[in-house]
């Protein structure tokens, strides 16, 4: 029972600081049709900025500053690359953006090295939040889960209840007719990429510190967001969340699962033949939970080719 | 027509020198003439369905690791002697390609554009996931090795007979995926990426032209990972890592997807680069990264585009053309210098063992670089960094305006 309660968090967990990522990335390409594929870039640039802001200011400065650095930098890849080769059309820009999140990695392994470096929480927020059982949950999980649903919060009110959210909804489906209406579209683009990377990079800054932060984590949440705007439906917000929330449940249950599909087919009796085919039919769950998202995309894709919440094109 | 008869003694001409090239070179360049050959392979598979059908792939990798494989197990079968000849063994890890190539290509077909380029990736990192589990299939960390057997009296012993089996392959390999360009549907994997809904509206299979696209892209990755396997004599799961997917779109598209031989040229290049400049610098990576966002930002038709540049260029402005090349290749090399400098001398700032010896409170100590030692806090080893790249900023801003009121006065 504890390990199905502390399963079912960590997976929600996991699953909000996904979305923090991926809501950035399904706002972009639903304004302008772009896929970044440094998206995940600035999620590890916000990990990297705080390590190394950590020293210098504390930790809560350095994950501020993280965010709006990560954002800064968001605006200065859509100004100065993005802009110049829009119209080279879509595929142009994908793998401009490809090759940005290649330069990102490369100059961190250039600037900290291959290896994970120390960047840990602050002892004052290393606690335990409450006791199940005989186990403690730290409470630096639930303010990672609080944050993202704060940012939610904030990102849908501002979204649906503000001017600047009716602009940028108009723009999404409407450019040129926002244009026409007198609104700086391209400033709207760039304020939308900034505040996509700062997200990117918020989730990062408090991420990298309870995982690892080392320069391989763009490429790892990178595909995992990408999976989750593909299951979602690319550039649905509602999609991602539902996504992010799913997948993240998945893995952390696969995980403690060691159960394989040989015991499955034990139960029509037909175990020894499992084992002795070997290969997947034997391989345990919980070192399959890495596979699992992909295999959901494949599924989704199979069934609902435009993603769950996807619209139909 | 004119332009064939040209290029084909020119075509003669390069097969001619690469069947040469082991009286030339030592063996280590033959052996990196061998990655070349392979990385030129790869990425004409590659750029068949990226650059013709217009899908870009970011996960490649699993139809070259899986190509690799298969040649490995093919290698390996009935006790070490092999399922086929060593010359032919190619065709396991083709085969393989193609077959796995149909399967992930049916998914990813599914989708165009931006969801497919996300599929693809997914299916590469769904293998690079597997395979260390899968202990039979992949061999787990370590991987599997296999031996070359003899057979149709050579015995693949030196790196010249490994390098005629390469280069024998990778030209009819070349040869054939020149000759789809040709066939029907070849024709219409062109039309795929020009306009897929009038397509359809024509009454065109638009999935299963998709999918075949794929499939013959897997068959010559399938080939390209095999060639590795026979040349290196082993296979490891870091075939599928998404280094090997990047490498390959970055160099395709550095030498141009727009003409046929530009991906194999790129390739080529890079590989050899890659190999020339390994021991020198940590930062390969870094410039390869970094000259393909120029390429895709300045020159969007690759190195190959350049070449009709510069020829468009002369046509127009005659003999007033050589100032402007020199020009540029100035600057240009003036930027590279210190671009370069200032890569390397970071990259030595940060490195474990620069930071080991630099203590608190002292002063920093100096960095070695082109033979010379070079202090940190001195203003000299700066103003050398900025200084051409000052220069060159200067000079490349000269040219092109100068280019630009040479170009227009020849325009009225």
Redesign the interface.
Known sequence: MDALVFALLNGVIYGLLLFMVSAGLTLIFGMMGVLNFAHASFYMLGAYFAYALQGLVGFAPAVVLATVLAGAVGAGVERFFLRRVHRHGHAHELLLTFGLSFIVAETIKLLFGNQPVDYRIPPALDVAAFVVGSQQYPAYRLLMGGVALAMFAVLYLLLTRTRVGIIVRSAIYKPRMVEALGHNVQLVFMGVFAVGAALAGLAGAIAGAFYTTSPNMALEIGVMVFVVVVVGGLGSLGGAMLASLLIGVMTSFAVGVDRSLADLFAVVGARDWAEGVGGLLTLKLSSLAATLPFALMLLVLLVRPSGLMGSKN | MAHMRTSIPLLLGGVAVLVALPLLLSAGLLNASVQMLIAALFASAYSLLSGRA?M?S?GHAAYFGVGAFATVHAMNALNGTGLLPTPLLPLAGAGAGLAFGVVAGW?AT??T???F???T???A??LH??AP??R??FGGESGISTMRMPAWGLNFGSTTQVYYLTLAWVLAALALLYFHTLTPPGRLTLALRENEHRLRFLGYDVHGLGVSAFAISGLFSGLAGALQVVSNESANYVVFD?GVS?SV??NS?IGGVTAFLGPALGAALMTFFGYAVSDAT??W??Y???I??LV??FM?DGLVGLLAVIGRLVRTLGIRAAPLMAGWLLAGLLLVAGGVFL?EL??RL???DYRAMARVGEAWPAVRLLGREWLPAAAGTWATVLLPLAAGGGLLAMVHGAQRRWLTEGAK
């Open positions: 217009g870009l970011f998914f599914q989708r554009g931006t969801a380029a996300m599929i990736l997914a299916i990192e769904l996931a597997l589990q899968l039979g299939w998404a990047a779109v970055l598209y940590q930062a990576l870094l390869q990264g970094v393909f966002v895709m930002m969007p890569v970071v990259q940060c490195s474990q």
